[in-house]
């Protein structure tokens, strides 16, 4: 019997043991605010609560809808504006002043990660990303907020090569920007030593339908697509975050984890390939897919992902652009996605 115990609790604690070394991610959406008729910033946040979306992604500060955010259990993701890298980069003071006008007054809300310049390399701020980034760490240090991730947002094109996902690699342009990012984050402490990137499984599928299919594009293909060296994948979102963990290893970094910062299907816009239908199954097969598993390459760590977005924003690009959203600025769902 007493054997039968220790059988037991020894199994209890490995199984304890085992699940600490995978990483639980979970799924937020991004709140875009490029729309003329969308909700007020706290009926957004009640739509996030009531759809059980634990997670927000604001490009850059908003007192509003940081207002709204106060006091709830929701998870975010602020944004540092591309405009303000320049000044952010030359100067502790003025990281400082940032995260003292920023963060610190909304001291009931749970602010897990600044990104700090969005798509911004390659691109005239590229030298600024990696200093900027420094002192808005030192500075959230020095006010008691170590624990908060900073971090930049990289796009699909800060890489030369991304098929097969092995030959991942940054563009001659992006590298040395992106050397200077990855040298800061591999000295940070785990679990703050995360890069963020953009995964547009549509914009590939779009851009080259004969070699794209839509199954792998949309995680139905009912098998193994592309075979790698050995590593297996049956999905296109899954191929592009492993180009960029590719990437990083070309570059001398094993060490530092991807988290998505944008990823989604437009529900319309593009006849034949977009529709509530096609946006639906690609944005719930991910939710149940990273939920569940890592990549190929990282199989044990399972990523924090951000849909994008929140709403269809009637003053961004007309087309595709304009439609990326879960629900219509009514709050009624453009169709139906479970996040649980
Ligand atoms: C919220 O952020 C903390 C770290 O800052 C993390 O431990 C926790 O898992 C996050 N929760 C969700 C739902 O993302």
Known sequence: MAST???LI???????????????GSIGVNYGLNGDNLPNPATVVQLFNSHGIQKLRLFAPNLQVQQALEGTNINVSLGVANDDLANL???QAAANEWVKTNILPFSKTHYQYVTVGNEAIPGP???QVAPAMRNIKTALNSAGLSQITVTTVLANTALSFSFPPSQGAFSAEATPAITAVLQFLNEQEEPNRVLMVNVYPYFAFAADPQHVT???AQFTAPGTVVNDHGLEYQNLFDAMVDAFYAAMENVGVGSVRIAVSETGWPNGGQSGITSPVLAETYNQKLIDHVKNSGTPKKPSY??????FAMFNENQKTPG????????YPSGQPVYSVSFN
């Open 89 to 91: 980069a030359g100067s």
């Open 10 to 24: 020894l199994l209890i604690i490995l199984s304890i043991l085992l699940q600490q070394t995978k990483h639980a």
């Open 320 to 327: 595709v652009e304009q439609c990326f959203g879960l629900f």
């Open 5 to 7: 115990w220790n059988a």
């Open 302 to 307: 399972f990523m924090d992902v951000f849909i």
């Open 214 to 216: 839509l199954e792998y």
């Open 125 to 127: 701020n590229s030298q």
